[in-house]
């Protein structure tokens, strides 16, 4: 019996669904983004304070994936607590308290199974001033992937190139892989301990005035560099450099007397912002 009109349009849709299923899949197995959270950190109800003082309370935020966010505010407001929190680096100083949650894809980053050394690969760190280690400058680029086993032997020596190369300093070092990275200038330094940061692999890379230190045209670089890291990397930076935030930021945080007063677009926040304090600050009339 010949099969009804409804029966074969019904199976060609079949088909046609199950191709696209096909299609979804393969294209996820192409892009390992795609099945991935929108938001690659979130803060949920959290609160952060040393030795029963408060810094920070009740904030609660999702960190897009791929985005660059700056943290702005006064002195003291709570920009740094906050951030050093995001790969538990206040973990660390006597009288630290917290009460809430971060979590990393949906997983906490107190959760009892989480190895530390393997969490600050994941969030990595570029502090306020270099921090150069006392080793070689080759050496400098590679100690995190020899920690984490990542590479070996001659693959070390691709590594220290590739990375050195993508932070604009192997031309400058090439020839000096071997001497002390204190000999380099501040601005090297830092880009030296960038390209450190970057060499494990990072989801996250967490910015702690990274260019405060640093002269103008040094800090132009950099920031065109943090700005070709998107989307590859989620990057949030502390700056007490408005012009900054509005130049290599998508969005903005504005932290004042301990609270996340807003936190949106930057473009909104420096144009349009939804509260008096956000609008002071950003208009030069607070401090």
Not at 5 to 15: G, I, P
Not at 107 to 113: G, T
Not at 149 to 176: P, T
């Amino acid at each position: 019996m010949a099969e009804s009109k409804t029966t074969n349009h019904f199976r060609t849709n079949l088909v046609t669904a199950d191709m696209r299923s096909g299609i979804d899949e393969a294209l996820k197995s192409l892009d390992p983004d795609a099945a991935r959270p929108e938001h690659v950190m979130e803060a949920v109800d959290l609160a952060l304070g040393f030795s029963g003082r408060t810094v920070l309370s009740d904030i609660n935020v999702s960190l897009r994936r791929g985005s660059i966010t700056a943290l702005i505010g006064p002195t003291g407001s709570g920009k740094s607590t906050f951030l050093r929190t995001l790969n538990r680096m206040n973990d660390r100083v006597p009288g630290f308290q917290r009460t809430g949650d971060v979590t990393l894809e949906g997983s906490s980053l107190w959760a009892s199974d989480v190895d530390l050394l393997a969490l600050r690969r994941r969030v990595g760190m570029l502090f306020q001033r270099p921090n150069p280690f006392p080793m070689s400058i080759r050496d400098n680029v590679v100690a995190g992937v020899k920690a984490h086993r990542i590479a070996k032997g001659k693959q070390l020596d691709v590594v220290a190139e590739q990375r050195l190369s993508e932070v604009g300093l192997w031309d400058a070092v090439k020839d000096r892989l071997g001497d002390s990275p204190f000999r380099l200038s501040g601005g090297q330094q830092q880009l030296l301990c960038l390209a450190r940061a970057l060499a494990v692999g990072p989801e996250v890379l967490l910015l702690d005035e990274p260019t405060s230190s640093l002269d103008p045209i040094t800090t132009e670089s950099i920031e065109a560099l943090l700005k070709t890291m998107a989307p590859a990397l989620t990057l949030i930076v502390v700056t007490h450099n408005l012009g900054q935030a509005r130049r290599v930021s998508h969005s903005t945080m504005f932290f004042y007397q301990g609270k996340l007063v807003e936190y949106g677009p930057t473009k909104q926040i420096f144009s349009n912002p939804q509260h008096a304090d956000t609008e002071r600050y950003v208009t030069g009339r607070m401090g």
